[in-house]
C-alpha cells in the first residue's frame, strides 16, 4: 500500500513539472499555441469616409436605381466598414448626432458592423474628446452596428504619452461599450536616435499594445515592392500575417487596412502606381488568404479605400481617388469590387 501511494504521489509530482514546463515554453514563446478562432463571419470590409455614407453630400455613393450607400455595400458583398471622418480631423467639427445615427441604424438594418475609428484633430482637439462624443453624448456605446472601437490610426507606440492618452480611452471604452472589442489600427515605432523616422507595422512592437486590444489590428501594403522579389500578393500576405501571429499572444487578428492603387490618381508616392487590374489582383491574393486563414484567428481583411473622400490641404494623394475601387458616387466600379463581391459570395 505505501509503495502503491508513493508511486501515485510520483506520477502527480511528474505530472506537475510537466504541466510547468509546458507553461513556461508556452509563456516564452517556445511552443505556439494555436490562436482563438472567432465564431462570426469572417469581415469582408473596407474603409470609408462618413461622407461617403450620408445623402446629399458632395461624395454620397449610391446605387445605379437609387439605393443609398448600404444598399451599394450589401450588392458588394461588404459586411463590415471601419469609419473614417475628414472632417473632424481638419476642423474639429463633428457631424450631428442625427447623422451618426442614420448611418448606425443604416448599417444595423444591412446587416454591417462598424469599427469606429476615433482621432484627434488637427485643432488639437483630443481623441478623448470624440470617444466621449460620440460613445457618450451620441449614445453609440450600445449601438448594434458596433462591432469593434479603434482607439487610433497607427499611433507611434514609442511615444509614451500618447499611449497614457490611449490607456485613458481604453479605459472609459471599457466603461460605456462594453459589448464592443478594442484594437488599435495599424502602428509605428520612432527610430532611436532619428526624430521622424520610423519602423512601420513592425510585429516586434505588438508587445508594447498588445495588453490595450482585445483585436491585433496591421495594415499591410507594398505589394508592389514585394512583387519585384517574386513574391505575390497572396504570399506576402501570408509572411505578414505569420509574423503578427507570432506576436498576438492568441488574441485574433483582423486586416484592418490593404490596398493598391488603381494608377487613376497618385497615392503615397506622389506619383501614378498600378493599374485597375493590378489593383483587382492584390485583393484577390489578399481575400484569398484570408479565406485560408480564418481558422487560425484571422477575423477578416478590410480594403483601403474603398471610395473617394474629403482631401486634406497639401495632401498629394488628393481625395484618395488612387485607392478607391469605387468611383463616380457609385456608378463606376474597377475590377476590384468584382473580386471582392465573389470573395464574399464564396466565403
Known amino acids: 500500500m505505501l509503495s502503491r501511494l508513493s508511486r501515485m504521489k510520483g506520477v502527480v509530482l511528474l505530472a506537475l513539472l510537466v504541466g510547468l514546463l509546458i507553461f513556461t515554453l508556452v509563456k516564452n514563446g517556445t511552443i505556439y499555441m ?11 470590409g473596407v474603409n470609408v469616409d462618413i461622407s461617403a455614407m450620408l445623402p446629399d453630400t458632395p461624395y454620397t455613393l449610391t446605387t ?23 472632417q473632424w480631423e481638419m476642423t474639429g467639427k463633428e457631424y450631428p448626432q442625427s447623422s451618426w445615427q442614420y448611418v448606425f441604424n443604416e448599417a444595423a438594418s444591412h446587416h454591417i458592423r462598424i469599427v ?4 484627434d484633430s488637427s485643432r488639437g482637439d483630443p ?6 462624443t460620440l460613445l457618450g453624448t451620441y449614445k453609440l456605446a450600445h449601438a448594434d452596428a458596433l462591432w469593434m472601437v479603434d ?20 479605459t472609459y471604452v471599457r466603461q460605456v461599450a462594453p459589448e464592443a472589442r478594442i484594437t488599435i489600427g495599424g502602428w509605428k515605432s520612432q527610430v532611436p536616435g532619428h526624430p521622424g523616422e520610423f519602423r512601420w507595422q513592425d510585429p516586434e512592437d505588438i508587445p508594447r499594445f498588445i495588453d490595450l486590444v482585445d483585436v491585433v489590428s496591421p495594415h ?7 512583387t519585384l522579389f517574386g513574391i505575390t500578393p497572396q504570399e506576402w500576405t501570408r509572411s505578414f500575417l505569420n509574423a503578427v501571429r507570432q506576436n498576438s499572444q492568441r488574441k485574433p487578428i483582423l486586416l484592418e487596412e490593404f490596398g493598391a492603387g488603381n494608377g487613376l490618381a497618385p497615392t503615397t508616392s506622389g506619383r501614378l502606381t498600378g493599374s485597375p487590374e493590378w489593383q483587382a489582383r492584390v485583393y484577390r491574393g489578399v481575400l484569398q488568404e484570408v479565406q485560408a486563414e480564418t481558422h487560425q484567428g484571422l477575423l477578416g481583411a478590410m480594403a483601403w479605400l474603398m471610395a473617394p473622400r474629403p482631401a486634406w490641404s497639401g495632401d498629394i494623394q488628393g481625395n484618395m481617388t488612387g485607392w478607391a ?18 470573395a464574399a459570395a464564396h466565403a
Open 34 to 44: 494555436q490562436p482563438q478562432v472567432s465564431s462570426v463571419p469572417a469581415a469582408y
Open 64 to 86: 445605379g436605381s437609387g439605393g443609398n450607400f448600404f444598399d451599394l455595400a450589401t450588392q458588394l458583398g461588404i459586411n463590415t466598414v471601419r469609419i473614417t471622418d475628414v
Open 116 to 119: 469606429l475609428l476615433l482621432l
Open 127 to 132: 481623441v478623448t474628446q470624440q470617444a466621449h
Open 151 to 170: 482607439l487610433y490610426n497607427e499611433p507611434d507606440v514609442a511615444n509614451l504619452h500618447l499611449m497614457a492618452t490611449l490607456r485613458q480611452e481604453a
Open 220 to 226: 499591410l501594403y507594398a505589394f508592389d515592392q514585394e
Open 325 to 342: 475601387f469605387v468611383l463616380d458616387h457609385g456608378h463606376r466600379l474597377l475590377a476590384a469590387a468584382s473580386v471582392f463581391s465573389e
